[in-house]
């Protein structure tokens, strides 16, 4: 069997054609919807991934203003940033770029954000809401994977997802996320780590199997339920090397799978978006 693939791109420009739409119907009413980027030091990659989001928020009809501290910023620095961000009503929504420089607190600084503003979805309020249904800006990943089901038409509800991974960003709040009662998540979650030596007993029974963990592949075919939808989420990087938890080999057992590129990852990018012009449009309430 070769499996289908679920590429993450349709379902970005999905997603971000909404976007565009909103935007122009706020700067209609009077509001120029604005995303804020704040990136720290001079790692390469981050100031590359900051260009790539401002370019995007350009094209989406965004300001996206931008402050760059230097490597040797000082906590109180940053959290003089992000609290002029915060009470800036021009800004709907704030991205501290991460990762930051080892001398620095990434989430005590988190915690100093507007949770309002908190577009990566990734505040400790905004995981409140989630784990309570209350309405707020979504983390990225997870809402991500669930507009990737949706999109593709795959079932969740009522199905069994097993998710292998239970990390803050990803395999946590996911779990909650398709967990809820609406006709896109209502799922049946298990979630598996380290704490479960005979993880592959829950994988193996899996309908919908979302790989969270970070480790190269992890997830081999045995692991997998013929027929099943695999969601390879977890990455590391070696360099530029991307390595996925998800063996490509695995793709001969699955009914449907994402690909190796391409996947979970530009669903992610919409996703901040999208918080992004819900953060913009509260304003008009
Ligand atoms: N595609 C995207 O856009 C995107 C966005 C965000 C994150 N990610 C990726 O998603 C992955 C998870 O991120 P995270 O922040 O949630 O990571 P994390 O906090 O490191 O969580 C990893 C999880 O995997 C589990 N795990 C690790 N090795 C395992 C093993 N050998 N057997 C069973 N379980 C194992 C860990 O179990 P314990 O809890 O027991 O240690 C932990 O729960 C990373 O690869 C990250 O790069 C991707």
Redo the contacts with the bound molecule.
């Keep these: 069997m070769t499996a289908r693939l679920l590429p993450g791109a349709p379902v970005a420009e999905a997603v971000l054609a909404d976007v565009t739409a909103r935007a122009a119907r706020l700067r209609e009413a009077g509001v120029v919807p604005s995303l804020a980027t704040i990136l720290v030091g001079d790692d390469d990659a981050s100031a590359g991934y900051i260009r790539i989001k401002q370019r995007q928020a350009a094209e989406l009809g965004f300001e996206s203003p931008h402050r760059h501290l230097p490597a040797d910023a000082t906590q109180a620095e940053l959290h003089e940033v992000i609290a002029g961000f915060n009470t800036d009503k021009t800004v709907h929504g704030v991205l501290i770029q991460y990762p930051i420089p080892g001398h620095l607190d990434y989430d005590a600084a988190l915690q100093t954000l507007d949770p309002d503003k908190d577009v990566d979805g990734m505040h400790p309020l905004n995981m409140g809401r989630l784990a309570v249904g209350l309405p707020g800006p979504l983390p990225c990943?997870p809402a991500?994977i669930e507009a990737l089901l949706a999109h593709h038409e795959i079932p969740v509800a009522g199905r069994e997802v097993v998710i292998?991974?239970?990390?803050?960003?990803?395999?946590r709040p996911l779990a909650m996320l398709l967990a809820q009662k609406r006709p896109t998540a209502n799922a049946a979650v298990t979630v598996?780590?380290?704490?479960v030596a005979d993880?592959p007993r829950y994988t193996q029974r899996a309908e919908i199997l979302i790989a969270?963990?970070?480790?190269p592949g992890?997830i081999q075919p045995e692991h997998v339920k013929p027929g099943a939808v695999v969601i390879g989420?977890?990455?590391?990087y070696e360099g530029r090397r991307l390595l996925p938890?998800v063996d490509e080999a695995c793709a001969e057992v699955a009914g449907a799978i994402t690909p190796r590129v391409g996947g979970?990852?530009p669903t992610?990018v919409a996703m901040l978006f999208r918080n992004a012009i819900q953060a913009a449009e509260r304003t008009l309430l």
């Design positions: 990943t991500g292998l991974g239970r990390g803050a960003t990803l395999g598996v780590h380290t704490g993880w969270a963990a970070g480790v992890i989420a977890g990455v590391r938890d979970v990852g992610t």
